[in-house]
Structure formats: C-alpha cells, structure tokens
C-alpha cells in the first residue's frame, strides 16, 4: 500500500515537472478550469482560501481609507511601439516601461507590465468577476508587479507580489474608439504565437474615467495557472462599453490553435469559475456597498424580500450602466 502511495507521489510529481504553465484550457475536461487542480496542485480550490475570480456583493466592508489609486504614466503617451499577443488562452498587450500604481492602499508601488482580457461567446458572457452573480461580457485585467521584486516569478512568492486592476467591458451599440488600437490589431493575431507592434496610447483612456474612485478590493489568486495566491485586486465598479464590431472579433476570430493545426479551435470562455472568497471585500471610499450579509442567514423569511431587493437593485444597476 505504501509503494503504490509512493508511485502515485513520484507519478504526479513527474506529470507536474513535465506540464508548463501554458498546459491548459479552457474548453476540455482534461485542461479546463475544474482539472487545473490536478496539473497544478496551487489551482486545488481546498488548499487555500484566497482563489479568484469570486462573486462580489455578499461580505463587503466599507474602507474609508480607500481613495483613488494614483495611476503614473497612464495619462501620456509612451514612446516606442507595445506588442499585442494571441497567447493562446488571451489576448495579451505588453506595455513596455513608465507605468506604474499606487495608493488606494497598494502596499508600495507596482510596475505595470501587461493587460489582456477575458470573453466568454457571441451568446455567453465571460467576465471572470460577477457583480451579485451578474457576468459581463468581457473583463480586461491590468497587470503590474511590485517595484521590489525582479520579475514576475520573484513577485509570485509574496502574497502582495502583483496588483490587477480589473475592468468589466459592456456593449453598447457605439464604438469606443479608444479601444480601436486593440481591436483593428485582432485580425493580425488570429492564430496563437502571432503577435503585432501597435503605437502606444494613453492607457487611463481605457479605465472608466469618471470613476475611478469606485472599486472594490480583496486579496486573491492569478485566475490562471500557477493560480499563486499574490494578487491584490482592485475590481473597478463601472464598466467601459465597446460596440459589438469591437467585441466580435474576440469570440469569433481569435484562436487557441497555431495557424494550420487541425482541428482549429476558437477561443471562447475563457474565464474561470468564481469561488468562495474568506477573506474581506473592501468596497472604497465612494463604491456603492451592493449588499449587506444575507438577511436569510437569521431570519429565513425573509429571503423572499431579499431576493425580490436584489433583482431590484441588479435591474437599477443595468439601467444605470
Ligand atoms: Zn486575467
């Protein structure tokens, strides 16, 4: 008995060496999010509490300390050419030097490094976050590294290591023309592996620009493999919006497969499944708090009427966004 326990270490020990991070997916039960687990022992729900993407809504406490984060470099236009990236599993935008975050209560300063985004089909939604259970179509995720560390794989090992800010992307039936960079580069990098330069552009353009003051924040995981439990999200409140003609070629024109490979695979839904958060949501200074602890926890009668509030409050939040 004890052997065979010992083959199976040593087997998956061997699997895990021999898997890289670029080992998943998003559409196979052998790869896809509810098998990361098994290739990755960080990405098992059970052995930590802090996995993303999580619902927001449920346990948030106000922090009035958390003001607007100070967004260096966002506002100018960087020199040199940024390269946009089909990775396979994203969309990736490398944004070279002079960007970086702070405040908001980041604990020092972070460097950004890339943005990609998150999309689920054309009749599926596929932010990884939900505001009380409700998905947007696409979410895009800023990414930098704290200014302490390296490179990524330092900033991995501490629990502060990165700060994402998270921004839901709605539709609406105007182009944003903000985002045109990214979306006239899309059909230049349908297959995995092709990559494009594209000039820089102020990056705040991209971020809900009246309000940044509203976000939430908790401390959580890559949402991809290795899934390191090292990020501090903020999770702006607003959405910016694209029109259809900019979200489309996401869902139907971008690939997981390298050019010329059978069968070519689309890439869609690439997001993974919320999960349980333990730790606190901390709405800012001006977010608007979207639910207090469920009533129905000590009084069951009144969940009917705490249903009723929250679709109430989803159908306010749809007509106001
Ligand atoms: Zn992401």
New binding site residues.
């Given amino acids: 008995m004890l052997l065979l326990l010992l083959l199976l270490v040593m087997l998956q020990t061997i699997l895990t060496l021999t898997l890289t991070y670029d080992d998943f997916c998003y559409d196979d039960g052998q790869c896809d999010p509810y098998a990361w687990g098994d290739m990755f022992p960080s990405c098992h729900p059970l052995l930590d509490a802090h996995h993303s993407p999580i619902d927001l809504g449920w346990q948030q406490v106000r922090d009035a300390q958390l003001d607007e984060l100070q967004l260096s470099g966002f506002n100018s236009t960087p020199k040199g050419q940024w390269r946009l990236t089909n990775q396979g599993h994203s969309v990736v935008l490398e944004v070279g030097g002079g960007l970086s975050v702070s405040g908001g209560g980041l604990p020092g300063l972070y460097r950004t490094v890339q943005l ?1 985004f ?1 999309w689920g089909s054309a009749s599926t939604n596929g932010s ?1 976050h939900t505001l009380l259970l409700q998905r947007f179509p696409m979410e895009m ?1 800023i990414v930098s590294i704290k200014s302490s560390h390296p490179n990524l794989t330092a900033a991995l090992d501490d629990p502060t290591g990165l700060a994402v800010l998270a921004i839901f992307i709605d539709l609406s039936y105007m182009d944003n023309e903000n985002f045109q960079p990214i979306s006239s580069a899309l059909p230049f990098i349908t297959y995995r592996g092709q990559e494009k330069s594209i000039r820089p552009f102020p990056l705040l353009t991209l971020l809900p620009q009246a309000n940044l003051s509203q976000y939430y924040r908790y401390h959580g995981s890559l ?2 493999p290795p899934c390191s439990h090292a990020v501090l999200w903020t999770i702006y409140e607003m959405p910016i919006s694209i029109s259809w003609a900019q979200f489309e070629p996401f869902v139907s024109g971008i690939y997981s497969t390298e050019e010329g490979a059978e069968p070519a695979a689309l890439l869609q839904n690439n997001f993974r499944h919320i999960h349980r958060t333990y730790s606190h949501v901390y709405a800012s200074k001006h977010a608007r708090l979207l639910s207090s602890a469920p009533l129905f926890t000590t009084c069951p009668v009144t969940l009917p009427l705490f249903l009723i509030l929250t679709a109430l409050r989803s159908a306010f939040s749809t007509l106001n966004w």
């Fill in positions: 990609h998150h990884e995720h949402t991809t």
